[in-house]
């Protein structure tokens, strides 16, 4: 037990532990300072794939507490009605799809950034979402209905400034332009449409495929 605990000690103040910690401070200097904060995330590897990680997991942890405990007066939600994974799914899987999208078309575009650089950039523009609206789920419960503006103010508020560093993130990464940041995110948007509509296509398809050799099945049973 000593030694389990000495291992833990010595992981705790390793060197990957620090610059775990490190990275993941760097998300604070980033959403101030977004272009110097993106170009030496991705340039100058100043983020890293556990701090990214992270962010993430707290925004998908901070969406799941603000639908179960934010005051009823400013959240609809019937929490016994709620599918946890599907709200998990409902953050990862367009995230996922935004990685693949932006990357597809910044590669015919000149864009520099490799999907692991996407994704950090990405991640740490959560960040604000994190820091906003964690602290509003509590303040919900003790302002009132006409003060409940504030918390609606601080949440949209919150998701603005996660795109414009989104944006950023992307200009950055890529080594764009303002105009063809935009044109470029804007694209990406439109292919993470086109990709949707393909996946949903192809278990269309499956989904019949299967079906019909169900019923093919069935009635040749039904004859032998």
Not at 28 to 57: C, M, Q
Not at 83 to 107: D, E, F, H, Q, R
Not at 198 to 218: E, G, H, Q, T
């Amino acid at each position: 037990m000593k030694n389990l605990f000495s291992k833990i000690l010595r992981f705790w103040r390793g060197e990957k532990m620090a610059n775990y910690w490190k990275t993941l401070r760097y998300s604070l200097y980033v959403i101030l300072h977004p272009f110097d904060g993106f170009w030496d995330l991705s340039h100058e590897k100043r983020g890293s794939l556990a701090a990214a990680n992270t962010i993430v997991i707290a925004a998908l942890l901070t969406n799941l507490w603000d639908m179960r405990f934010a005051s009823f007066m400013f959240n609809n939600t019937r929490w016994e009605r709620v599918n946890i994974l599907m709200v998990i799914l409902g953050v990862l899987v367009p995230l996922v799809i935004w990685v693949t999208a932006n990357w597809s078309l910044t590669t015919l575009m000149d864009g520099k950034g490799k999907l692991k650089d996407i994704y950090i950039a990405t991640a740490y523009a959560f960040t604000p979402y994190v820091i906003i609206a964690f602290p509003m789920i509590f303040i919900s419960n003790i302002i009132t209905y006409e003060e409940g503006v504030f918390y609606t103010y601080f949440n949209v508020f919150a998701l603005i400034w996660c795109v414009m560093l989104i944006l950023a993130g992307m200009m950055m990464v890529h080594d764009y332009g303002f105009a063809k940041g935009i044109i470029s995110s804007l694209l990406s948007v439109a292919g993470m449409a086109i990709i949707i509509f393909i996946v949903l296509l192809f278990f269309s398809l499956v989904s019949d495929a299967f079906a019909y050799f169900v019923s093919l099945f069935k009635e040749i049973s039904f004859r032998f």
